[in-house]
């Protein structure tokens, strides 16, 4: 049986973390974290009495294989490296670590042969999307990405969004170029590496987003949707089954599908 951790067990998406590792024949439920929670009683959760309720991360003291997280930006970093340090392979869906912490993340996993993985989006439509855009970016050398979430999503882009750009840039190999400098209202988005980001947050979005790609005389559109967090699950329980075979951390649910 795989022994897991849910970081942000009581939130939105970690209860659907919960809820898939309960229905899992090969994993079992150990423990939840949320520095938020008072009351450490699992069965205020409709938890398993023997499933362990922590609010600190000093506190944890029992054996796991896997710890998955989806708690909250100014988190995740801690979290992570707390999971590697006790050599329990990480699995994140947190968004709005750095580009240095995920390197920094990479190494110490690496150092340890741990497996694990930092994935901006579980959902495999938006996975494929990524893989589909770093396609097209070798044939288009323009695009802008719209990415549209629920009004409660903190960090602005989307960890999506931004690894789409990632992707895209390399896949050029040189920053896009610009056709617009002056704008003091930044109407043009966020920049990454020249590829313009958009990022709505409204009432009646989960997460969509879409790539843009403009050439001579042609468009092309990528866009996925996600109308339920569910959907996210299919991702994680993937990426389980994925690190406890690796001895490294990959940055990205495309690079194991």
Known sequence: MIKV?????SGSMGQKAVKMVNDSEDMELVAGFNPIVTNLDPQTYDLNKNVKIFNKLSDINIKADVWIDFSIPSAVFDNTKFAIEHGIRPVIGTS???????SELKRMADERELGGIIASNFGLSAVLMMKFAQTAAKYFAESEIVEKHHEDKIDAPSGTALNTARLIYEARGKDQVQHSSDDPLHTRGGDYHGTKIHALRLPGFV??????????GETLTISQSTTDRQSFMTGVKLAIHEVIKKNQLVIGLEQII
Request: aromatic content about 10%.
């Open 5 to 9: 951790i849910v970081s942000g067990f």
């Open 96 to 102: 709005g670590m750095s580009e240095e912490q995920t």
């Open 207 to 216: 997460a969509d987003e879409e790539v843009i790609f403009g050439g001579v």
